[in-house]
């Protein structure tokens, strides 16, 4: 566990960085709900960066981006498909995984998908719960369940029902009860 005030600090100096460079990018992960709930610790940092395609894979636009500046080290594991940006001003550094859009969240990272906390871009609620129901969907992790639960009974009314996977929710809410409340309301609201 990390203080999410530190997280927060290593996302708005990436953040400055992929910005300066016109990348399009949202962060995500249990750093949202801490930071949402005012929760002074979270383990889970990652930056979702936009592709394209008149543009090069998000990967390498990071790497690109952070060339040359001395506070970010970049590790790229070709055989897992990974790419982590390694924050180094704190002791300890910090790592935040880069996600290619579409792969993880929305494919396209704008105003309706993203939005402002503590001036960081992260994904919209909608956008949340929907990348981390298809996360849970694949390997059912107790974090990401508890995320789910969090941010559905919180933020239900700021949820677009058309952006989940209705199927996906119903099993969700089966397996983990105390989401039901905010699923049962959200589906009030859209009169289902």
Not at 1 to 9: A, I, P
Not at 56 to 69: D, L, Q
Not at 129 to 139: D, E, G, P, Q, Y
Request: glycine fraction near 6%.
């Amino acid at each position: 566990m990390q203080e999410t005030q530190r997280l927060v600090e290593a996302a708005a100096a990436l953040g400055g960085v992929l910005r300066s460079s016109a990348i399009p990018h949202a962060f995500y992960g249990s750093l949202v709900t801490a930071v949402l709930s005012n929760n002074p610790f979270s383990d889970e940092i990652l930056c979702i960066v936009e592709g394209g395609l008149n543009q090069s894979h998000p990967f390498r636009r990071v790497r690109e981006a952070v060339s040359g500046n001395d506070d970010f080290s970049v590790t790229h594991s070709p055989w897992t498909n990974r790419l982590h940006v390694t924050y180094r001003r704190p002791i300890p550094s910090i790592d935040i995984e880069i996600l290619p859009a579409g792969e993880t969240g929305p494919r396209h990272l704008d105003s309706s998908t993203v939005m402002k906390v503590q001036n960081v871009p992260f994904l919209t609620v909608s956008e949340f719960i929907r990348a981390k129901l298809n996360s849970w969907v694949i390997r059912a992790a107790d974090r990401d369940a508890q995320d789910i639960t969090f941010v559905l009974n919180r933020y239900w009314n700021r949820v677009d029902i058309n952006r989940i996977v209705e199927q996906d929710m119903n099993q969700f809410c089966a397996r983990n009860p105390a989401a039901a409340p905010g699923w049962a309301a959200l589906r009030r609201k859209y009169g289902m």
